[in-house]
């Protein structure tokens, strides 16, 4: 059993940056790859970024490459999200997950085992 809880969500204008934390619980955090998604008002939950359990691959979503950073810390058991240059677009509740299979179809929501409650980043313009 895995419980995230994100935080670092807020409100700052374009052109801004926020991290993102997600800390989880239990002894077997480094086992999980995890993944960032987001959810904007009337709108389906997104991939934005995926790191495998040792932390060496990462992926992006097109919308965030070269803005968004994913890393993780297993030795705190939590994963970041560096967002960079936000713009207005940006604005979503943002759920950490975690995935026991580092799956290749990282992008799909149904591959994760685990969800944080999200945290909500408003971008201003």
């Known amino acids: 059993q895995v419980q995230l809880v994100e935080s670092g969500g807020g409100l700052v204008q374009a052109g801004g940056s926020l991290r993102l934390s997600c800390a989880a619980s239990?002894?077997?955090?480094?086992?999980?790859?995890m993944g960032w998604f987001r959810q904007a008002p009337g709108k389906e939950r997104e991939f934005v970024a995926h790191?495998?359990?040792?932390?060496?691959?990462?992926y992006y979503a097109d919308s965030v490459k070269g803005r968004f950073t994913i890393s993780r810390d297993n030795a705190k058991k939590t994963v970041y999200l560096q967002m960079n240059s936000l713009k207005p677009e940006d604005t979503a509740v943002y759920y950490c997950?975690?995935?026991?299979?580092?799956?290749?179809?990282?992008?799909?929501?149904?591959?994760?085992?685990?969800w944080g409650q999200g945290t909500q980043v408003t971008v201003s313009s």
């Open positions: 239990g002894r077997t955090f480094s086992n999980y790859a």
């Open positions: 790191i495998s359990v040792s932390g060496g691959s990462t």
């Open positions: 997950a975690a995935e026991r299979d580092d799956s290749r179809y990282y992008t799909q929501i149904g591959v994760y085992d685990y």
